[in-house]
């Protein structure tokens, strides 16, 4: 057969796709499908790889952010880069790769709805008598992923130690309800309850008669995230998303000063820079604090002091005298 001579169209719904729903995902290939048809098919399902020049990629790219925002245009980018590589690499295909070198739209700094600690507590005291109180309480205290959170067993919480293993994620895909391995390696890991967190959930777990199975019991992810955005809304209590309180604890654990590597392990992030660019957000305290440890450093807080000894002529006060 003559790859060579296979549309992008044809390579993406014949080979790329069916071989990356073998490996990946659903809803991962769920979002690599999505991607291509709305973006890639329309501009390149036609052509060749032979046919398509690196200009005509990068007037391509160049246009995506007025259709689908910087964020998409990358998505759509890397969804064309990994057809055409993958081909080349499966196939053996001797042909120049046009993806190469193209430059991206600049994305806005991303900057994520988080509670803060007095909030957060609001919240978690808001949520008593919910019916999914117990997933809340999870999220909010370990900084779960929503779907790491819907997979958590009663069985897997050690009621001594107040361990929880993190091996799987919940999530809906269109093949539905499915419970997969982690997002990666990392994310495998085994976090600890704080004190108030675990004897909470013990009650919990105790008073709805010792269950077995996962602590969501027969809801699927949405209807748990529905409910408990029900339950904020009719209580006015403070809103937040359940990825948004994995945003809050690890906003909250940098600025109490928790190590930025330590709060990466915990996120179950392979790339300590992903927890930096994601989840560390700067405060007025915290930057207040670190201008403080200069000016000390600098021998003085004040203007008198830094400049003790020194005649400062002339001064404002004097300058703006003379000028009027």
């Not at 997979?151 to 130690?161: D, F, L, P």
Request: proline share 5%; glycine share 8%.
């Amino acid at each position: 057969m003559d790859y060579l001579h296979l549309t992008i169209a044809e390579i993406a719904a014949e080979h790329y796709l069916p071989e990356k729903r073998k490996r990946r995902r659903t809803n991962t290939v769920d979002g690599y499908e999505s991607s291509i048809r709305l973006y890639v098919l329309p501009a390149w399902g036609e052509m060749r790889i032979c046919e398509i020049t690196k200009d005509a990629v990068q007037e391509w790219v160049d246009g995506l952010p007025g259709q689908c925002g910087p964020g998409g245009a990358k998505k759509a980018y890397k969804c064309l880069r990994q057809i055409i590589r993958w081909s080349i690499d499966k196939w053996g295909l001797f042909v120049a790769d046009p993806t190469r070198g193209i430059e991206m739209p600049r994305q806005p700094l991303y900057r994520c709805e988080t509670l803060t600690h007095r909030r957060l507590k609001r919240l978690i005291r808001g949520m008593v008598g919910c019916e999914c109180e117990a997933t809340l309480v999870l999220s909010a205290s370990l900084g779960l992923r929503p779907g790491e959170s819907y997979a958590i067993r009663w069985e897997q919480i050690n009621w001594r130690t107040g361990m929880v293993p993190i091996r799987s994620t919940l999530q809906r895909a269109s093949d539905g309800v499915r419970e997969w391995p982690t997002k990666t390696v990392k994310s495998e890991r085994d976090l600890y309850l704080p004190p108030w967190a675990l004897d909470r959930l013990r009650q919990l777990w105790v008073d709805g008669g010792r269950p077995r199975g996962r602590v969501i019991g027969d809801y699927s992810p949405q209807q748990v995230s529905y409910r408990i955005g029900r339950w904020i809304r009719h209580h006015r209590l403070p809103k937040v998303t359940m990825r948004n309180l994995r945003h809050t604890w690890a906003t909250i654990a940098a600025q109490s000063g928790v190590g930025i590597e330590l709060v990466a392990s915990m996120l179950g992030h392979t790339n300590v820079q992903t927890c930096y660019r994601y989840y560390y957000a700067m405060t007025r305290a915290a930057e207040t604090r670190a201008q403080r440890k200069v000016s000390r450093r600098l021998l003085g807080k004040t203007c008198d002091d830094m400049y003790k000894g020194i005649v400062l002529t002339p001064s404002w006060p004097d300058r703006l005298q003379q000028a009027a």
